[in-house]
């Protein structure tokens, strides 16, 4: 068995003091399916967090990152979580959606009600918990 954590790296993109996050899949075996999470991915063998966020953000809205800076780093049991910050400079309109039911550009107060409605899926779906912690922590500073 191998208990090694698993690395992420993960993007804040905001605008207009909105933040853009993306609807998770519905699938049983992914983390949190079906809640809003923001956008990343694995960290794959010889990328740094930096490379990884850059090319996730890429691969799953077709969003070249302008500057972006680290925030913070988020571990827990199983994983690492590498998080970046960074202006979407691109409307919501002019992103491809290729990984996800669903993106949006979330309010402060929809953050800390933990949850959002969902043009696409037709009801309210819950943020990830980890999500909305680091989103909290970004919005205090």
């Not at 191998?2 to 983390?31: C, E, S, T």
Request: hydrophobic residues 40%; glycine residues 6%; charged residues 25%.
């Amino acid at each position: 068995m191998n208990n090694q954590k698993i690395h992420v790296a993960i993007a804040i993109l905001y605008q207009d003091n909105k933040f853009l996050m993306q609807l998770r899949d519905d699938i049983p075996n992914i983390p949190y399916p079906g809640h809003w999470a923001l956008f990343g991915g694995h960290i794959e063998p010889g990328e740094t967090p930096d490379e990884a966020v850059q090319r996730e953000i890429l691969e799953e809205i077709g969003y070249k990152l302008p500057s972006f800076s680290e925030f913070g780093c988020y571990p827990d049991e199983t994983v690492v979580r590498h998080v970046f910050h960074a202006p979407l400079l691109a409307k919501l309109h002019q992103l491809e959606l290729n990984e996800g039911a669903d993106m949006a550009l979330l309010t402060p107060e929809d953050i800390r009600a933990g949850k959002l409605y969902s043009q696409n899926v037709g009801r309210e779906k819950p943020l990830s918990p980890v999500v909305r912690q680091i989103l909290l922590d970004f919005m205090s500073q």
